[in-house]
């Protein structure tokens, strides 16, 4: 009868042991794990071919393992699984990471492409800009001409404006028709800014030199100052009382002297 | 006595039996696809990338291990173990050339940038 009852529990525990499932091997949860974040990420939209070929080697790793849990070949086939579902992951990556050279090599293209032709149209703003401000001063001194005597010599371009339009005999403040004159005389100039200007001041030879001298310097301050009020740079401006020593008439007739009383405009050559 | 000889006798060839039933001769098997997958990893430079040495490393010991198994004669379990081999030496074959992807991108990127800043700095003193 004790025998009998050893043998009811040995059974039992038999059966009972015999119904437990067994708990997979650690390479097929390895398995189960990589194919579930390989089916979550990239792999899915990027290699779908390469993860069904792990899904498929995991089918088959799960089928082993409901007949041989414990078998080599059940672990075998789990780790084949693991190893394609990362191969999968792995490739996708490659494809995500090519995806973004090819987009940054394009983005390179577009940038270079966008910069050449900001450099283009700036250049080409520039020459439109430069040509419109050489007709604008090509037009000034045109004007200019019709003003007063312009000629180019080598010391630069020279506007000779008579002294008796400017200034009452013997005086050096500026008459009021001379202003006009000179208001021409600065617009002139102004399109051609920065450019640095020479202001001569000439007399005839009646007179004492001295007198001449001062006269001549007073009357090339009185024009510089009068040009730096219409907005000429004060920097660029220098005025130079030659007084009686350079005619360029004879003094002896009136007509001569006339032309010898003159203020100079030297406008230099090169730019600043 | 001579009934107990002879039980001894058939004991021996039985047991004679039994032992050579039960070591096996050395198999052949076909290494190639896992010997050329391995030299593929090695050819992408697995072995000095870190993500993928490991990958490698463990293809080279399951080759090992599956000369081991056919040396016993276990041809099905060789073969298992270099189907194995062959899975890790292309893992690492696709994560070296993943690394060089990356590097191939950054590169780009890189590039890209410099080339906007180099921009926006000419422009900022012009």
């Known amino acids: ?272 | 006595m001579k009934r107990i000889n002879l039980a001894l006798l058939a004991g021996y060839v039985l047991l004679t039996v039994a032992i050579v039933g039960c070591g096996s001769s050395p198999v052949v098997v076909n290494k190639e696809a896992s010997t050329s997958a391995i030299r593929a990893a090695e050819e992408v430079g697995a072995a000095t990338n870190s993500n993928a040495s490991l990958y490698l490393q463990l293809a080279k010991e399951e080759l090992d291990k599956a000369d081991v198994f056919a040396a016993n004669g276990e041809k099905e379990r060789a073969e298992s173990m270099l189907t194995r081999a062959q899975t890790d030496a292309e893992l690492a074959v696709v994560l070296s050339r993943g690394e060089t992807e990356k590097a191939v991108a950054l590169k780009a990127l890189e590039k890209v940038k410099i080339l906007r800043q180099d921009n926006t700095s000419s422009k900022g003193s012009e």
């Open chain 1, 1 to 272: 009868m004790k025998h009998f009852k050893y043998f009811i529990v040995v059974a039992l525990v038999a059966i009972l042991a015999g119904c437990a499932t067994s708990l997979p091997p650690s390479e097929l949860v390895n398995a189960r794990l990589a194919f579930q974040q390989a089916n979550k990420g990239q792999a899915a939209v990027l290699v779908p071919a390469e993860l069904h070929k792990a899904k498929l080697a995991l089918d088959q790793a799960e089928n082993s393992f409901l007949q041989e849990p414990e078998s080599y070949r059940t672990k075998d086939l789990s780790y084949i699984a693991d190893r394609l579902a990362k191969t999968s992951e792995a490739e996708a990556v490659i494809i995500a990471q090519d995806a973004i050279t090819t987009k940054a090599n394009k983005d390179y293209e577009t940038t270079q492409a966008e910069i050449l032709k900001d450099k283009t149209d700036l250049l080409a703003d520039e020459q439109k800009a430069r040509m419109e401000a050489e007709t604008k001063a090509a037009k000034a001194l045109a004007d200019l001409a019709k003003l007063a005597a312009v000629k180019e010599e080598e010391r630069g371009l020279v506007i000779t404006l008579s002294g008796s339009v400017l200034f009452a005999s013997n005086k050096s403040q500026l008459l009021p028709a001379a202003q006009d004159r000179l208001n021409s005389v600065a617009d002139a100039l102004l399109e051609n800014n920065g450019r640095k200007i020479t202001i001569e001041g000439h007399t005839d030879s009646q007179g004492s030199t001295a007198y001449n001298q001062t006269l001549s310097q007073k009357r090339a301050d009185v024009v510089r100052s009068y040009l730096i009020s219409r907005g000429y740079p004060e920097n660029l401006i220098i005025a130079k009382g030659i007084g009686e020593d350079r005619p360029i008439a004879n003094n002896d007739n009136a007509e001569g002297r006339a032309n010898n009383r003159r203020v100079e405009i030297v406008i230099d050559r090169s730019n600043n």
